[in-house]
């Protein structure tokens, strides 16, 4: 094996945050702080290195700068890491929002714990994406509560006990649904295995069993995977814990629940429910759809209803979530790359958003818009940040939720059409909800407290910079972004046809068969059933 | 008369001939001499003797000449126990003669050695952080260390009974100790209240045991698990009530010693009442030795009555999980909180009994293990805050821990952890092989409903790492003088109280709890060495054992003498 770089990813700030919480307390706080930005930036370079270095192409679309290393064998357990293009770029915002969330003021809290905690929390998210054991992907998805319960707990809301316990206990609620999920789904898997092999929790070997499942079975296992998922993400009728836990977490900490920790269930259910249940996921397609757009049509609605620009903000992102899944349960390459890519968008515009909004906080200590307005005369440049980064939100071309919303809103139409048009009215009221809270903030006469607002930083210049750089970048040029992700995505759908032959994107669809699949590319699928998925895939190419 | 016997036990064993093993077993039968397998009842040896050499000690020895002696004498003769664990369990891996000893009355298996090493465990660290305690509230003396080598001695009998009559004779050992170290705090009317209910509730449900045990003797002609089994194997009873209801009283009976639901009404009591270490060590030793009887009780020898007791246990479990779960919510003393948080990690262990495979009996061996260090830590910590004559036990006591004490503060965060099932903790790992167990078996909604418990847990151990890590004190004061700003303080207060409902109205009735919230005072707290060590011991094996394999695979091997 070569340089493992996954490894580093996930030990160098778990690594920095044991060094963070062992430094004698004589330590002066700058180095502290410097340490622990170092290890952020650091990893970030890492990760650059390694979306560079990672190969596109239809014959790359396994998972690359793969590590298989023996772990707590007795349970059929492995530490089995790798990275693929559904995978890469999330890996990426990750890196890139968790020096910029550690840059910003931790709150009246010792900057030390919230540094500990935050990368302690990059650590777990970064295992949550790399892993490809399920046991690991568990282990992984749960220990970020513990850092995002004490990151709530470090904010200075006024709420953010309550706020944080109920955090915490919905999540692991849900997580004891995706913890039987997982060990039913070992367990049925293992029985449909060859006699001779060992079980494990390694996705591939998941995937071969659970193909074989009962149909039944399949969607119960889904469904049991979806609620922990779906609390994470949250999709609609799970979303109660979101607003209370971002608004009382200190703006970095929303920043990374926001950008990152929900993406997480988005991931998952990509991951982890959709391929290893691809028929089950075929058939409850309609439910998670009607719950999207429920969740694009609810979230946008009580957000413009906010009178706290905080709270407007974490309700969009269940708005923005509804985009994600549609994107995905819509089962066409367009329409899972855009829901990737939504992510990616996702995470760059509301961790944005919440910085920004952080640095209305720090001038004028309220998020109410009835105490705010008229900053834009004041402070230009941060207003016309925000107006940028609304624009992306809202999908402006050339911009990167423009890209997103695109593939999500054609992929999705193609196979289920009515679900796409409900989500294009929720790009209209986003647009809505964004625009009248830009109006109450930076518009209008400014009240005398407001005058004497400063514009932003040359610090806050600096931190916000990178995050509009990748909002632009893949806005205008969104190739390589794209070409990284298709082959992996590829493969997911040939997959999904192989399972559910009745599953057939329409032959006069846009996007049937752009992406051809060589048969020795599927998945898991047998060369002699797998030509005749890739035929199917194929054969309607005009 | 003999030939008599030896003929029927012969006909007996031919006749059932189940397996070789059982074969083997019965062909050592009919002799009169009783061959004595020192090795097998090494442990026993160590543990009583060791009791014996510290009663005698000090009879001679002036009072008070060497304070600490009895810790470490029997803090010594724990680490002996867990050393002669391993050698047997060496020995027993190579290990091919008959698994019964001593007139057939102790079975020498990796199962008798596993607990013979966790009790071990259990007995030197909880001598080691009784020493402090003890010197502390003036009560040092060598009987607590009697009692509690005694209480081991019962605890590694029960595991290794090969028969009803065995067990006994070990749960009382076990249980009289227990009464007396329960009630040992003299000057505290609560300790001797413990006592005595512990005394009055346990001798109910001795005699209940007892009388389950009569039934299945009545019903099967034998005390012996063997024999019980090799009966119930060859012969199918035309009315199987006996046999029930002595299977169900022998349940009950040995519910009790591990405090489950509804057998577990004894337990918050006691907790609270009884000096801390000792909790903390019984917490452990109790539920080990019960635990271990009722794998053998219900795997060995009622493997062929599983279809009748799996229901039973199906109920204790998850009556357990959730009643320990949801009552523990509620209380605003820390020992009664623990009480039911233990109560409801028996439940965790009765889901892996339920299985009834050898999974299931591999996955109680573990969950017991690592949970004997998570409670005997937890229960430092405690004695710790509680500061002299146990004066704060309640919840407040911990506020602002972190400050304070920051080390202290983070190996009670990883032990909660740990009993809420985080990963990366052996409390995790546990879980998830217990619920891995029953899944096995198709038994979804039980390990959903486990699951869904420890969500509800999850919430007082969470209540506690919330107010170690609020600043303590200052702000509570604060509150009072100024009026908090946007109600801060009283929602922070409100949820780090006592009550319940307060919390979910957090904001609304929160000043009356902040004024009932009184901050600990500012003093230092002092760890003495020994519980220093406990607790590095405690922390870094709830650690260890959650990310490696040995402790995994040391439970992975415990295989029962004959198959179930």
Known sequence: MGFPVLDIIIFLPLGAAILVALLPKSTPKSVVRWLGLGAAVAELALVLWMVIAFKTGNANAGFQFTSHQAWLSPLSVAWYLGVDGISLFLVAMTALLFPIAMASPPGERSSRSYLGWMLLLESACMTTFLSLDAFLFFVAFEVTLVPGYFLIVNGDGPRRGYAATKFFLYTFAGSAFLFVGILATYLLAAAHEPSGTKASFDIIALARGAVHLPVADQELLLLAFGVAFAVKMPLVPFHTWMPDAYTQAPTGGSMVLAGILFKLGAYGILRWGIFLFPRAAVNLAPLALTLAALGIIWGSVVAAMQRDLKRLVAYGTVAGVGFIVIGLFGFTTEGITGGIVEMVNHGLSTGALFLLVGMVWERRRTYSFSHLGGLQSVAPILGWVFMAVIMSDIGLPGLNGFIGELLVLLGTFITHRWWAVVATMGVVLGAVYLLWAYQRVFHGPAQAINQGVRDMTWAERAAVAPLLAGIIFIGVYPQPVLSRIQPAVDHLVAHIEYADPSFKIPPSGVGHGTFAVPADQVVDVPAATATTATAASTGGNP | ?564
Request: aromatic share 10%; glycine share 10%; net charge neutral.
């Open chain 2, 1 to 564: 008369m003999t030939e008599a016997v030896q003929l029927a036990a012969g006909a007996d064993c031919t006749i059932n001939s189940v397996t070789a093993n059982i074969a083997g077993l019965c062909s050592a039968k009919g002799s009169i001499s009783i061959a004595v397998s020192y090795a097998s009842i090494m442990p026993l040896l160590v543990l009583g003797g060791g009791a014996l050499v510290i009663l005698l000690a000090s009879a001679v020895m002036p009072k008070r000449r060497y304070p600490g002696l009895w810790t470490v004498l029997t803090a010594l003769i724990g680490a002996g126990t867990v050393i002669d664990g391993l050698v047997q369990w060496s020995d027993l891996n190579t290990f091919t003669g008959v698994p019964l000893t001593l007139g057939d009355q102790i079975i020498y298996d990796h199962f008798s050695a596993f607990f013979v090493i966790l009790v071990g465990c259990a007995t030197t660290i909880g001598a080691a952080i009784s020493d402090s305690y003890l010197v502390r509230e003036n009560l040092d003396g060598p009987e607590p260390y009697i009692l509690m080598l005694l209480c081991s001695a019962g605890a590694v009998l029960m595991a290794e009974a090969a028969g009803l009559i065995s067990l006994f004779l070990g749960l009382e050992i076990l249980s009289i100790s227990l009464y007396t170290m329960s009630a040992y705090h003299h000057r505290r009317a609560a300790s001797g209240e413990a006592g005595l209910k512990y005394f009055i509730l346990g001798s109910f449900s001795s005699a209940i045991f007892i009388y389950g045990a009569a039934l299945i003797y009545g019903a099967t002609g034998s005390t012996q698990y063997v024999e019980i089994f090799s009966f119930l194997v060859a012969n199918t009873l035309v009315h199987a009530g006996v046999l029930l209801a002595g299977m169900g009283l022998v349940i009950v009976g040995l519910g009790f010693k591990v405090a489950a639901v509804p057998f577990h009404f004894w337990s918050p009591d006691v907790y609270q009442g009884a000096p801390t270490p000792f909790v903390g060590y019984m917490a452990a030793v109790a539920k080990a030795g019960g635990f271990a009887a009722l794998v053998r009780v219900l795997m060995l020898a009622l493997p062929t009555e599983a279809a009748n007791w799996r229901p039973i246990i199906w109920v204790l479990a998850t009556a357990s999980v959730l009643v320990g779960s949801v009552l523990a919510l509620v209380q605003s003393d820390l020992k009664r909180m623990l009480a039911y948080s233990s109560v409801s990690q028996a439940g965790y262990v009765l889901i892996g009994l339920q299985a009834g495979t050898t999974q299931g009996m591999t996955a109680v061996c573990f969950y017991l293990f690592t949970y004997t260090f998570m409670v005997v830590g937890t229960f430092a910590v405690v004695g710790v805050l509680q500061g002299r004559g146990e004066a704060r036990n309640d919840l407040s006591s911990v506020r602002g821990l972190a400050s304070r004490s920051p080390w202290l503060a983070g190996a009670m965060l990883v032990l909660l952890l740990g009993q809420a099932g985080i990963p990366l903790t052996s409390g995790f790992l546990g879980k998830w092989v217990v619920i891995s167990a029953v899944i096995a078996k198709g038994q979804y909604a039980l390990g959903l409903i486990g699951m869904l418990g420890a969500a509800i847990a999850a919430f007082f151990y969470l209540r506690v790492a919330f107010l170690m890590f609020i600043p303590a004190g200052a702000r509570a004061a604060s509150t009072l003088e100024a009026g908090a700003p946007e109600g801060e303080d009283e929602a922070e207060a409100a949820y780090g109280g006592s009550d319940f409902q307060t919390i979910a109205a957090a904001g609304l009735s929160g000043r009356d709890s902040a004024l009932a919230l009184r901050a600990p005072p500012a003093i230092r707290l002092r760890v003495p060495g020994a519980t220093a060590a406990v607790l590095a011991v405690c922390v870094a094996f709830t650690i260890f054992a959650g990310v490696s394999t040995p402790v995994l695979s040391l439970a992975h091997t415990i295989t029962l003498p004959w198959a179930p």
